[in-house]
């Protein structure tokens, strides 16, 4: 079955370290998302990417990376720079940006301990 | 800058008592509005899409309806199976390349 696989699914994270959280599709999907959930607010984009080789930020991009070698893959690196980290983090793909929703993997708890 | 705000942040049913949810907006010309179902620990599931003032969906106990300013979900009847956070989303003309999500409402249903 087709879908978006992230892993892993629970991610502790010491003081100063970086972190990567997985994120792979084989919906053939050109455009792919991270977003952030917090409780009590909205889901918040951090980066996107519409096609390979290409990302751009979202509206809060700062103490995070990501690229974008294959169709297949978006992985999100959280550095040390995110002073905040603790969160729940979705990924999303879409067929291409405009009128589209999105498909969401199962998500990434990200805990700093 | 698109802004979406739902109500209630929560609401508690007795199985079989029809409510609604209530997705406001604001859109420098909408794209697309969206519904998706969120259980706990888990990402969101795609419900519906609505593109235009007037148009209407329904998935089993589920009716989204759409005006210019605001969405609602209806839930006919709901059964336990219907608990979870519903989330709606806006894509507008402008700000294309993403969805601007509410905050959610948390739905439980006693049995």
């Known amino acids: 079955d087709g879908g978006i696989t992230q892993s892993p699914k629970y991610l502790f994270r010491k003081e100063g370290q970086n972190v990567t959280l997985s994120c792979e599709q084989n919906l053939n999907h050109d455009a792919m998302y991270w977003y952030r959930q917090d409780p009590g607010q909205g889901l918040r984009l951090i980066y996107y990417s519409q096609i390979v080789n290409d990302f751009q930020k979202g509206d809060i991009a700062e103490g995070y990376s990501v690229s974008r070698e294959k169709k297949e893959s978006f992985p999100l690196t959280v550095t040390s720079a995110q002073k905040n980290p603790t969160a729940f983090y979705l990924c999303?793909?879409?067929?291409?940006?405009?009128?589209?929703?999105?498909?969401f993997g199962s998500g990434t708890r990200l805990t700093v301990v | 800058e698109d802004q979406v705000t739902q109500s209630p942040e929560a609401l508690r049913l007795q199985e079989g008592e029809s409510s609604s949810l209530n997705c406001s907006y604001t859109?420098?010309?909408?794209?697309?509005l969206f519904w998706y179902r969120q259980d706990p620990g888990k990402g969101p599931e795609f419900l519906f899409t609505l593109y235009s003032a007037g148009e209407e969906k329904e998935k089993e106990r589920l009716k989204a309806t759409l005006t210019k300013k605001e969405s609602f979900l209806h839930i006919t009847a709901p059964k336990p199976e219907d608990s979870a956070t519903y989330l709606c989303?806006?894509?507008?003309?402008?700000?294309?390349?993403?969805?601007?999500f509410g905050a959610g409402t948390t739905v439980t249903v006693r049995a």
């Open positions: 999303a793909s879409s067929i291409t940006q405009g009128g589209h929703g999105y498909t």
């Open positions: 859109v420098s010309g909408l794209r697309g």
């Open positions: 989303a806006v894509q507008g003309l402008i700000n294309d390349y993403k969805l601007s």
